[in-house]
């Protein structure tokens, strides 16, 4: 069972955690490309974009010229160079999923748009940088590189077209509907293609010079799918079409435009191969997203968790001046000094909406660095797989298979402690590294797309609704109510909430997941008796009933006799998902704790502040621990219940139930049992007035054993809020919002 | 002009001026509440004369066998100073030389003279009679005014100007300089040329822009010697302080209905005439 700190003697930390604390928490401590990345973000996120917010650049679909300064920002502070190695003009080395991360946590910080403008460019390069070829690779981005000093150019900036068909013509979003045909074929030459392609809701259209467009064959010549290369230059109709009137996320530019061009083949994402007579690209456009969107959706799900952080300070300062200048507020007064603060539940729906924040933020990041791990683990295992010429999915399967078993057999060694598995035995094997990896950010990719943007706008709505009337107004600081708008569009692109909770309910039933799962709980309970104040332990029982819940509901089928969780029964599975997500998303933010704790105390500037620190972030973990365990012990009950028929009052099943008689006479032996007995049938046929007889736990006692055992795990957890409410109360905040409001800039 | 220029910068860090500054008393002496964890910047007259350096040492490069080179001096804590190096350093390039020392603005400025003075004496390559020691008229800590004075007339610098905004060197040698004086006026002076010390005020030059790729070519030598500061002791006796408050705010407020604009304008003017 959960223990907790009693109420702190000790004195609330100082002030609102610095950069010194964060860089620990999130792992850049020791990444000075990144601290600056930060920095140089930061400045163009609170001057030039919150300048635009303020003087009503949001209030437009058009691409302005003043919301093309920001992109020129986005230049000269290196945000568009993040995406370059050093040698294509950027300024850092290796991958880059964390960098961009960063940036677009900052630049979110202040507007949405801003931030998915950023990652617009990115996402268009992003198929190239995956698949392309050396030569495409060099050409677009060296290209898009801002310029170098000396240099005289305007980079090229660019969109990517997936599909987003036009709605309600039922279209499933996994068909195409851009075409490529072959246009020209002189013999021995090279082909050219027609690629007709309608995009709908493109980002960063307005400004684009390349598109890099999916498209299916619509010519015997041309096999299956592919991603092609567009310029503006190209022959044909380059038709931008008209801005999408968005009420969200205006400082980005989206549009439905038209192609219709004849290029090279050699524009085709990653070549291709020339087959008796048949162009058969070398990545089908469905290899190439996939690359592509699992690591292009954590930094939208940090876009989210950064708007959540970023409400605290200017609530904070609302609820504590919220009556000054009020006849009969003197200085030095409570409810001078104080505010709102002075009530209980501003300050514990404040801490529900930071703790949400800092477990988004927690989540994300863990999902960003674990790409950065993995991208060169996934090139080691193209090479090894190449080596022994392993080529196409059903072989790779076939050769992971036994890697996969061993992964399982190591994982499950290491947590145990086995003497004679150092570190050499696990790095020696890269497939079974990547493997691990790989089902981990499989999980982790859409829980933090999920999570932090599907639950987080909800907690931004709770953030809009702490400032009171001024929270809808343009005049509120922080922006706080076009962050809750924007933070729905955040859940629906690049994927929907929907698209991520069916891949969650696939790659969260792997072997490997599951094992991985199982080792995370064990290592909760293990936090748990090293640092109970973070609430590890409820989190570790939480896990133990969804992994319970999960068995249970692979196995188990409804009244006519249907499995219940199957790919179509997604009643079952999508909850499920959700509460998978509240679970990872607690334990990323105990994790980041305890790194703070392991690791200020060596950072001079953090641990400055290190012990109320990190009491009160694991208070937030402690708050955020009960919150995710009761989310999954309410959606695990509702499964594992919600699909038993309920008993009825009918003949079949009244061998449930006493007759009135019978209890009768078991009175004589028995005395008192006719109080306990509920369900009980009288000689007329009469019953108690309720639906049925009450439904049976019959092969479900565990279940409610571990539920029972949960609820008792959320002792303690309402003294945590209590201590972070208290803290919130008396932290130290800036004068002022170091980025203005609305109003003239 | 072909003559190289060696340009120290001497610049202190102070609280991000958005946080709450709160004067406290610690058991060292006056302090800033919480200074240690508030977001810290470079002291802005101190950043306003490295611009101005480094504008200066672009348009002044020397030759390559004899380049022009510019030093940031500073004295603060090391763990602070690497926090603000991150924005600083993507601005231009410079050779930094942190000493760590204490924060804050209640520091003996005498004494602080003295170490930084010793610390440019001792830096290598460093030619004094190509020598403008660059740093703030003014301080965002507390402006006892004075560091910079100090420090010259240590390192024997009689040149001195204080409330500078602008400086151009001529083609043989000497060089103007605009001083602040009073009615929002300058004094214009010519130097015969360095070693000069100059105390900035804003100067004219904008903040530049951050670049990280300057700025990773700047760190590659700033974290071997910020590892390597050498601490410095300062003399804590020589100084006491009585007291130490906020500088108070002035605000006197009247609700007045239906006022019209030429009265408004009227009592403001004789508001101001009679704070003159």
Known sequence: ???????????????????????????????????????????????????????????????????????????????????????????????????????????????????????????????????????????????????????????????????????????????????????????????????????????????????????????????????????????????????????????????????????????????????????????????????????????????????????????????????????????????????????????????????????????????????????????????????????????????????????????????????????????????????????????????????????????????????????????????????????????????????????????????????????????????????????????ASAMNLWLWTLNHLQNATDPEGNKLYHGQRQGVTFPLADALCWLLASRAQILDVLELEARGASDPLAAEDLPATVEFLSDLCHTQAAQAASEASRICAELVFGYNRHPRWDEKEHHNCFLAEELEDLEKTMAGISAAAVDVLFADGSHPQKAGPCAGCAGSEEFLRLQSKLTTCLTGSRLAKDRAAETLSKVMIPEALDYPAAGPA | MANALHIVACAGIVPDPLQTLEPTLAPTGPAIRNEMVLPAMLDPWAACALYEAASLIAKNPGEPQNPSKLWLVSLTPKAKLQQVMMTVAQKLSFELVPIDGPIGGFTDAHSTAAILAETIAALPGLDRGKLLLFGGWESANRGAGVTLQLIGERLGITDQFQGVDQIELRDDGPFEVLERVEGGRHQVSVCAGPPAVLGWATGNLPEPRNNPQIGMDNMRTIMPVLQKAKTAALDTNSLRYVSATLPAQQRTTRVVKDMHPEAIAQEIVEWIGKDS
């Open chain 1, 1 to 539: 069972m959960a223990t907790t700190l009693p109420i702190s003697q000790s004195r609330p930390m100082l002030t609102l955690p610095g950069d010194a604390v964060r860089q620990i928490l999130w792992r850049f401590a020791n990444r000075f490309d990144l601290q600056m990345l930060v920095s140089s973000a930061r400045g163009v996120a609170r001057g030039t974009v919150a300048r635009l917010v303020a003087s009503g650049e949001r209030n437009t679909h058009e691409w302005t010229p003043a919301k093309n300064q920001m992109l020129e920002a986005f230049d000269r502070a290196g945000i568009t160079a993040a995406f370059m190695e050093p040698e294509e003009g950027g300024f850092i080395s290796g991958p880059k999923n964390l960098a961009l991360s960063l940036a677009a946590f900052e630049l979110a910080w202040v507007d949405g748009g801003a931030a998915t403008a950023s990652l617009a460019g990115f996402l268009a390069l992003a198929p190239i940088h995956e698949r392309g070829t050396p030569r495409q690779v060099m050409r677009y981005k060296s290209l898009s590189a801002p310029p170098q000093p000396g240099e005289n150019r305007k980079p090229w900036r660019g969109a990517f077209a997936l599909t987003e068909p036009i709605p309600y013509v039922g279209v499933d979003t996994g068909m195409l509907n851009g075409k490529v045909r072959v246009a020209e074929w002189s013999d021995g030459g090279e082909p050219w293609l027609q690629v007709e392609k309608r995009g709908r809701f493109i980002t960063g259209i307005a400004y684009a010079d390349f598109i890099t467009a999916a498209a299916v064959s619509d010519d015997p010549r041309i096999k299956g799918s592919c991603i092609v290369i567009l310029e503006k230059s190209d022959k044909g109709t380059f038709d931008r079409g008209t801005p999408t009137k968005k009420l969200v996320h205006q400082l980005s530019s989206t549009g439905d435009p038209v192609f219709n061009l004849k290029v090279p083949a050699s524009r085709i994402v990653g070549g291709y191969t020339l087959k008796d007579g048949v162009i058969v690209p070398n990545f089908n456009h469905g290899e190439i997203i996939e690359a592509v969107f699992r690591r292009t959706r954590v930094p939208v799900g940090l876009m989210t968790a950064a708007k959540l952080l970023s409400a605290v300070e200017p609530v904070i300062r609302y609820q504590r001046q919220r009556f000054r200048g009020a006849e009969g507020t003197r200085p030095g007064s409570i409810r001078y000094e104080q505010g709102i603060q002075q009530r209980q539940d501003a300050l514990h729906r404040l801490v529900d909406v930071w703790a949400t924040g800092e477990a988004a933020a927690s989540l994300g990041f863990a999902a960003a660095r674990l790409f950065d791990a993995l991208d060169p683990l996934e090139k080691q295992k193209d090479a090894l797989l190449k080596e022994r010429g392993i080529v196409g999915a059903r072989a790779e399967m076939k050769a992971f298979r036994e890697s996969q078993q061993r992964a399982i057999e190591l994982l499950f060694k290491r947590a145990a402690g086995a003497p004679g598995l150092d570190s050499e035995t696990w790095e020696a094997d890269p497939l079974v590294q990547f493997l691990l990896a790989d089902a981990e950010a499989s999980v982790l990719c859409p829980a933090t797309k999920l999570w932090n943007t599907g639950h987080g706008v909800n907690m931004l709505r709770e953030a809009v609704s702490l400032m009171g009337g001024y929270g809808i107004t343009e005049d509120c600081p922080g922006f706080l109510a076009n962050k809750w708008m924007d933070a729905q569009l955040e859940a629906t692109y690049e994927g929907p909430e929907a698209v991520q909770r069916r891949q969650l309910t696939v790659t969260m039933t792997s072997d490997l997941f599951l094992a991985l799962f199982r080792v995370w709980t064990c290592e909760m309970r293990r936090i748990a008796s090293t640092d109970p104040g973070t609430g590890a332990c409820t989190l």
